[in-house]
C-alpha cells in the first residue's frame, strides 16, 4: 500500500470512528460507502480478449462493459470476478472453453475495469447478473471468483435453472459478516458501534440482516450441479465458512480443497483452471 493510500485510509479510520460517537447513523452509511469501493480499478488488459466481441448494457444508469467469445457455442458461460478484480484476469481459461465449444460472457462488474460507477454490493452484482441472463442467455454455467461467489448464489436465488446448470465456485465469499470482519481488521476498525452501526444500514437499506447475505444460506434453494473449489490458506474467504457450508452435506455439491494456494492464485492456478474446465 502507497503513502497516499495509507494517509488516506488513516484519516477515513479517524472520521468513522469518530462518527461512531457523535452520528451513528451517519457513520454506518459512510462505512458501508466504504465497504462497497473496490481498492482501486484495475484495468489488465490480455491480448486473449483483443479479438472479442465487445458488449455494454446499462444497469442502474451505468454502463456494464464486457466480452463475449464463441457466439454460436453450444452452451453458454458466464466468468464472474472478485472484488477489486476484473473479467480480464481469467484470460486462461478462454482457449480451454473455446475448445468445449461454450459461447462465453465475461464482464466487469460495476465500479470494476471498464465498467462505469464507483461502487457495488452484492445485491446489484448479483441484479447485474440476472440482466445479463435475461439479454445475453440463458446460462448454463458460472464461473465464480470471491465476490463475485456471494453474488452468483444470489442471483441464482431469483433465476430458473435446474440440475444441469453448472457451477463452479472458487474461494466465494461465503458469508458476508466474515468479509465484513476481514474489511474492519484491515482497516484497522476496532470500534464495535461502528460495526453494528454498519450492521444497522444494512438492514435498513435491504430490509434483511447481514446474516442473509450468505451462501450457506442461499444454497437451500440452489439446484444446480455445483463443484466448491477452495484453500486450506485461504485468509481472505477462510476455508472454515466453507466447511459450515460442507458439513450441511448437500447432495449437489462437490467440494475440491488445496494448500499453497491462498485466495487470489487459486482462480489462476493451472492445475484448478483445467479441472474447472473439465467440469463443464
Known sequence: MNVQKKIALGFIRAKLNSLAVINRKKAGSMAFTLFCTPLGRTRKSSTIFEPAEKLSFQYNGLAVNGFRFNP???????ILHGFSSGCQHFD????LLI????CILAFD?????????QTVN???YSEMIQM?????????AYIAHSFGGLSVCLALENMAHSSDTKLMLIAPATETSTAISSAFKMLKL???HLRKALEDNISMISGKPVEWYSIRRAMHQIDATVNWFHDEDDHTTPLSDALEVKNDAHPN???????GLGHSRIYRDPQVVQQICSLL
Do not use: M, T, W
Open 92 to 95: 486462461y481459461y478462454i482457449p
Open 109 to 117: 462488474a460495476p465500479a470494476h475495469g471498464r465498467s462505469e460507477g
Open 132 to 140: 445479463v441472463n435475461l439479454q445475453f442467455g440463458p446460462l448454463d
Open 253 to 259: 455439491i462437490s467440494f475440491h480443497i488445496s494448500s
Open 122 to 124: 452484492a445485491v446489484e
Open 72 to 78: 454460436s457455442g453450444d452452451k453458454k458461460v458466464l
Open 190 to 192: 476496532k470500534n464495535p
Open 99 to 102: 475448445e468445449k465449444n461454450y
